[in-house]
């Protein structure tokens, strides 16, 4: 081989391998950090509140019987609790989650519970460990009743009247 094929080999390798580093510094910072939000929505948001112009989502209307909140019944965040009228309900690390849960196996943004009609669905937003109803992972928006526990992490979830 020539010394000029070997010093391309060469430059190609170590340009392969700094995509690789910053993708992976890239990874990390976004699941320690959150997704970056663009200056644009950011004014757009900002401005929307400021105007009172934005309404949250709203719930549906109560029967009696349904659930009022979603309660941590088992991990290191116990007790804390999210009322269903807020829906959708994030649960996660990051700051913007309605249920933030202090462990290492959640993501930044792990999951959503959310309403369809009379019904509550929880849905995983992609994690790396996955949301668990029971022992089985959901890969799609599943039905929650009372009393139904969702795991994510080491903690588990229910919803409550």
């Known amino acids: 081989m020539s010394e000029l094929t070997l010093f391309l080999i060469r430059i190609a390798y170590l340009a392969i391998l700094w995509i690789f580093v910053l993708s992976a510094i890239s990874v990390i910072r976004s699941d320690m950090f959150g997704a970056r939000v663009p200056e644009g929505a950011r004014a757009t948001r900002g401005s929307r509140a400021k105007a009172g112009k934005a309404k949250p989502a709203k719930a549906p209307p109560k029967r009696r019987g349904s659930p009022t909140h979603v309660l ?5 965040n116990t007790g804390e609790r999210a009322e269903l009228e807020n829906a959708p309900i994030l ?16 993501s930044t943004r792990h999951a959503r519970i959310a309403a369809s009609g009379d019904q509550w669905f929880v849905e995983d937003l992609g994690s790396t460990n996955g949301t668990y109803i029971g022992s089985v992972r959901i890969t799609q928006p599943t039905t929650l009743t009372l009393g139904t526990q969702v795991r994510i ?8 009247k």
Do not use: H, N, S
């Open 72 to 76: 941590v019944t088992e991990g290191a």
């Open 91 to 106: 649960i996660g690390r990051g700051t913007d989650a309605a249920i933030r849960l202090d462990d290492d196996y959640v």
């Open 153 to 160: 992490g080491k903690t588990i979830l229910e919803l409550r």
